[in-house]
DNA sequence: CTGTGGGCCGCAGGCCGACAA
DNA sequence: TTGTCGGCCTGCGGCCCACAG
């Protein structure tokens, strides 16, 4: 029942910040962490429970790749158990097995076209070239039908040809019931994979939810507040039952502290940082001596999954995120100002094995352009106390690792107070001596109502915009869903809020495609042949089979740029009806509802 | 969010047989029947549990009419507290509610028409005259919207269209909408109702699944073995979380048994029987001095829940369902072998208060004719004690009822262990005086073969005609009622006892007009227009679609005077069809049943 | 090279009368 | 009286190319 799925499209759809701890490996397991990764909006009540040390060194006995039935969403199920002896493997003595190659693969956001029930799918000439099975050109066209499996191991059938004007490679039979089935949007990504076995592979990576933008206000997908926890669970509700519940951690790590082999779930993209961590990693950060001021880089995934961003930013302090019930954890350690500070709104702490200092000079020089994080705090004791029973890692012991370490050479070069906490073989490429001359604070944005901002991503280049969301009552707002089950379909509801006023919540997938209830699932309003505002009122009247035109309180949307905008109709309508991705509309139907 | 709906349009969801106690009322609870009723196939598991008395006296603080709001499942939610004091509506007093005539409604079972997706659904004639309103005949074609409410108050259009030719009504426009909304299909009823509030309304009334046929081979849903129940779960899963659950079952006993208040959740049509047992109906049972070999009849909602039927029995033994756990408890106190048992093989047992004791005589004089029942169960020790703590109702206490009780003359008339046990307001037309008077044993209409044989009352004028049944073996005793209200006028079905024959009920009310089972409910067999016996078994094999002209065992009637006949062959036809008011027919189809 | 728009075609949904049960 | 069937029409899904960025 509960069979290991395939590794590498595991990870394929995991995406490329997540690494599993090999088995027979030694993590650090945070109750902390593990709690925050609940899917429960109730904060995991530890009060009640005998002490629970901050971090318990474990053996990994077992990793399970498992994935949502419904959803696809992958997870992995740990199976640890506190290590007392000693035994085990440290992180340089698995690095092989991180390093290795992963199979080719290629992730694509769906656009709009790929995703509107059109139907097809422009596959991208390096996808098709280095993954897809070679075509015959000699046919005209070239076509062939091309089978992949996905994460559970179903098959799908893809017709694939090339033609076109000029030519291009399409997936087109097929493709729309994968989206169909699969309730893709624009946004959500793909993933194929050419296994090594030499099958090939398809998997789905869902777009971090619109919802997200409106309840955190942010795009990012890398960390966030526990707050997001929250939507994630109201929107899996209906879902499966492989979620994180309170009990769940509490059972784990009871557990952990007790000394008794336990098991954790571990969704990687829901947003909250690891709570398995390799043991290495987190004692070689925290042999950084952390102090208010120092500069850091940190790896986020860009909102799209299909790249890793690193933003910057200045330690501000140096403390426990929990005085009261983890005084003497690690986690979410250091307290940070970032240069983008609206982009991260929601990271404020993060854990010291997460980041990595950049700086060789210390941050006591900042321009007036910098966040303005308190002095005061920089002259905190920077020195924070571990107790060395559950941590015994000497703060300055460089030297352990000896030549053992691939870092060992950037260490040496770097003796002086220099933070090192780089983690696995993810930044090997970096180049520290470019990036860290590139490396400036960012001038300071002043957003003033931090109730209703938004933040969106994300261009080509890697660079960032900062767009600033309009104040509106929340009640308009669209709180977004990323996917929609069979269950969640009829959720989506109308609701009648008062005998004269129906707010529909409708979302926009690809193109034109509306989800409503029921009964409409499936009717398709073409946003793009609509000319004008009173085309509009005049299609969702037929659409719901209002007697008279719908009076539209309200239109807001989100475009593809990730643009928040209010409609009205002496904005220019064909803009909205070009671009709109989600929207919600509040109607005012003084008539009643036919059927 | 609890609100409670509209009670015509629940009750004619639930089916004519359902009746919740009033607020209130006074009704005995059965943590018996309450686990019965719960959709766990677990059965639940009380050893554990403090000692709870076998029934418990609540009053009725609240009924709430409720309904899933995905599956439109109606269920009621039933606050009670302990009654120690002995204050609160006895049943004779609530009358008053029970007589008031519910309002017009019609069910009808979809076909496979009405369910495809194919469009529209063919509106009975009955349905469109007495409940739509009025269409305007003048148009060509006549045609209207009309606007249902269902039972969450949601409003649905429909067009509802005269056309055709033949000219019928029909609703198109919408009601694709809705079947699918509502998801429903082919054997599925749907009510429509009108409201005392003028209101057109809508229900849904979903097949007791294709299952139970195989599972029970009985077509039908009244009383039933918890194996229904586990199969409804399984039906139920992906529905609501508002079916009862083990725990709520302990929970509410344990309330009940220490006197506090509770909740109970019914869901009428999990065809469990009724565990909150209004208090004058139980102890009315109770007083009868049950023994073996009594013989008795019980109501049965049909199977498309359109009617009521009869069907008779004899008590084979009285003695607790749970002699280990709940020796002392009414429920399902009497193990019943049924005239015709193929038809309700699933139920052994039944409680008191839903069977009536039909025969005057004593069992013991019947003649050779009578069905070959064990004498020496009659012989077993016909008292069966009950714990005069828990139920402090004296078996032969009839005069405690005093005047309050409309049966006490009936009752000190027929003190000589005649079996009393009329339940509810059901009966009160009945005259008494009248009854015995006209209570004599019918002449022995001697049947030759007595496999068929039919029997029935009626009269035009109130008048109720008593009328021994024949000595027939009891499976093919049809036991007519006394009055016949406009509800029962279609009480009809078929009964396919053996794959080569199949006995049939009909009932002729007014003049000629005949009903028959669900799927040829409102068929009219216009007996007038028959001059002759294989006329009308030419016409009774189209009816039914049969291969061959039935071959007709007996035909039996009684004519509007109240005289009983038989019919052959041999005898004045025309004069059958002129005067029949009720008839049984027994078939012999060789043939087996087409479509 | 690839995203988007519009044309076009086939099919399913849905309304109809014919016909027979 | 009403269930089912086949016809017919419309609108949506889905495949295609043109064109532009």
């Known amino acids: 029942m509960e069979k290991s799925l395939d590794s590498e499209l595991w990870h394929a759809c995991a995406g490329g910040m997540v690494k599993m701890p090999p088995v027979s490996s030694k993590v650090f397991y945070f109750p902390q962490g593990h709690a925050e990764h609940a899917s429960s909006s109730a904060v995991v009540d530890f009060t009640h429970l005998p002490r629970i040390p901050p971090l318990i060194l474990c053996n990994v006995t077992s990793v399970k790749f498992l994935a949502d039935p419904k959803t696809d969403d992958v997870y992995a199920k740990i199976g640890l158990i506190p290590n007392s002896s000693g035994t085990g493997l440290d992180q340089e003595q698995v690095l092989d097995d991180n390093v290795k190659q992963p199979p ?37 066209p070239p076509v062939q039908n091309i089978v992949a499996k996905d994460i559970h191991g179903e098959t799908w059938k893809f ?38 076995s030499g099958d090939l592979c398809i998997g789905v990576r869902r777009m971090k939810s619109h919802g997200e933008m ?41 557990k952990a502290a007790s000394g008794k082999a336990f098991e954790v779930l571990y969704h990687p993209r829901m947003s909250t940082p690891e709570f398995c961590v390799m043991a290495g990693t987190v004692r070689q950060a925290m042999m950084v001596r952390w102090c208010g001021g120092m500069r850091f880089k940190m790896a986020f995934e860009t909102e799209d999954s299909s790249r890793i961003s690193w933003f910057m930013g200045n330690v501000s302090a140096v403390r426990p995120a929990d005085t009261i019930h983890w005084p003497d954890s690690p986690w979410r350690l250091l307290e940070v100002a970032w240069d983008e500070p609206e982009m991260l709104q929601n990271v404020k702490r993060v854990s010291p094995w997460l980041v990595e200092p950049v700086s060789i000079i210390p941050a006591l020089d900042l321009s007036p352009f910098s966040p303005p994080f308190k002095r005061p705090r920089l002259l905190q004791p920077p020195d924070f106390s571990i107790n060395p029973n559950e941590f015994p890692i000497p703060k300055f012991a460089s030297n352990l690792f000896g030549s053992r370490n691939f870092l060992t050479g950037y260490h040496n070069n770097n003796n002086n107070n220099v933070p090192v906490g780089m983690q696995g073989a993810r930044h090997t490429q970096f180049n520290n001596s470019k990036f860290q001359s590139s490396a400036r604070p960012a001038s300071a944005t002043n957003i003033s109502d931090n109730n209703v901002s938004c933040l969106l991503t994300m261009a080509q280049n890697n660079s960032i915009k900062n767009k600033e969301e309009p104040k509106v009552p929340p009640r308009f707002v669209l709180f977004g ?32 495609k509306v989800f409503m209830e029921a009964e409409d699932v499936g009717r398709t309003l073409d946003l793009s042949v609509l000319r004008s505002y009173n085309a509009l009122r005049e299609k969702l009247s037929q659409m719901f089979k209002l007697e008279n035109p719908v009076m539209l309180h309200n239109v807001m949307y989100y475009d593809s740029q990730g643009e928040f905008k209010h409609v009205t109709d002496h904005e220019p309508f064909r803009e909205f009806a070009r671009t709109a991705r989600k929207l919600k509309i509040q109607m005012d139907s003084t008539t009643s509802r036919n059927s």
């Open 104 to 140: 080719v693969s290629f992730a694509k956001t769906l656009t709009q076209s790929d995703a509107n029930n059109g139907g097809g799918f422009s596959v991208p000439r390096y996808c098709a070239d280095t993954i897809f099975p070679r075509l015959d050109f000699t046919a005209d």
């Open 159 to 196: 017709r694939h040809i090339y033609r076109g004007t000029p030519r291009r490679h399409l997936l087109t039979t097929g493709w729309s019931a994968f989206v169909n089935h699969k309730r893709l949007m624009a946004g959500d990504s793909v993933v194929f994979l050419r296994a090594v």
């Open 214 to 254: 409106k309840t955190s206000s942010s795009g990012w997908s890398g960390l966030s507040d526990s707050c997001f926890s929250a939507f994630m669970i109201k929107n899996a509700n209906g879902g499966c039952g492989s979620r994180v519940s309170a009990e769940m951690v509490v059972e784990a790590a009871l």
């Open 481 to 512: 869903r990323p996917i929609l089950t069979e269950q969640e379909i009829s959720v989506l509801h109308h609701e009648k809020t008062s005998s004269n006023d129906c707010s529909f919540n409708l979302e926009t997938t690809r193109h034109c």
